[in-house]
């Protein structure tokens, strides 16, 4: 059953603390994309990427976001330092073809910054 | 520009009622069109998606969306709700030229469904 994997699922942490977020996608899959979901904002893009080079980073704040595609079998998305502002559930989605618009995402990783 | 609306940010309906959530879009060329679905702590599936063709378009658990040119709609709807249908709906378009691969989606619609 191919599925996108985030990892972790649930994370607490003190404002100021490195995060790192993991996710594995679907194998095959050549474009991923990493989504902020908020009660405020909604669903935001943060970047994607598309056989691993980014293809559009300007939903991150740069300062201290950070995202890469080590290998086609994972993406990062490192949060330095952070902030409470930047508790969210954080998606990763990947997809077959770039356009099509259908997604496969994760179940998100739940970050809390107190 | 590429933006979607859903008009409702609630919806509850009974089980066994129909379903309607209500969604508009802008799109500077022709667009492809999508509903997204995400229960409860979940990642979003893909609901349903337009692109060419046949104007209406439909789930595999009975949900149905057409594409209105003449209204810019993409409404969603289900003849008859069931308790498993409760989740959150979003309506999304997807970008083009240089913003091929984004999609824009709209704020969501909660859907409840009463017994």
């Known amino acids: 059953d191919a599925r996108v994997t985030q990892t972790p699922r649930h994370k607490v942490t003190e404002m100021g603390q490195e995060v790192t977020m993991r996710c594995q996608p679907i194998l095959g899959h050549n474009t991923v994309f990493w989504y902020r979901q908020t009660m405020m904002q909604g669903l935001e893009l943060l970047a994607y990427?598309?056989?691993?080079?980014?293809?559009?980073d300007s939903g991150m704040p740069k300062d201290r976001f950070s995202a890469e595609m080590p290998d086609a079998t994972l993406a990062t998305l490192k949060i330095q330092p952070s902030e409470p502002r930047d508790s969210a559930v954080y998606f990763c989605?990947?997809?077959?073809?770039?356009?099509?618009?259908?997604?496969?995402f994760g179940e998100g990783s739940r970050l809390t910054v107190l | 520009a590429q933006s979607v609306t859903q008009l409702d940010s609630h919806v509850s309906v009974s089980e066994g009622t129909p379903v309607l959530l209500r969604c508009n879009y802008s799109?500077?060329?022709?667009?492809?069109l999508f509903w997204y679905v995400q229960h409860p702590n979940k990642g979003l599936q893909l609901l349903l998606k337009y692109t060419t063709g046949a104007t209406l378009v439909k789930s595999i658990n009975g949900f149905e969306a057409e594409f209105k040119k003449s209204e810019t709609s993409f409404h969603l709807t289900k003849p008859s709700a069931h308790m498993s249908d409760a989740a959150e709906y979003f309506c999304v378009v997807s970008g083009r030229g240089s913003t091929l691969g984004r999609l824009y989606f709209g704020r969501g619609t909660q859907l409840t469904v009463w017994p």
């Open positions: 989605a990947s997809g077959l073809v770039l356009g099509s618009g259908e997604l496969f």
């Open positions: 990427f598309r056989n691993r080079a980014p293809l559009d």
């Open positions: 799109s500077s060329y022709s667009p492809s």
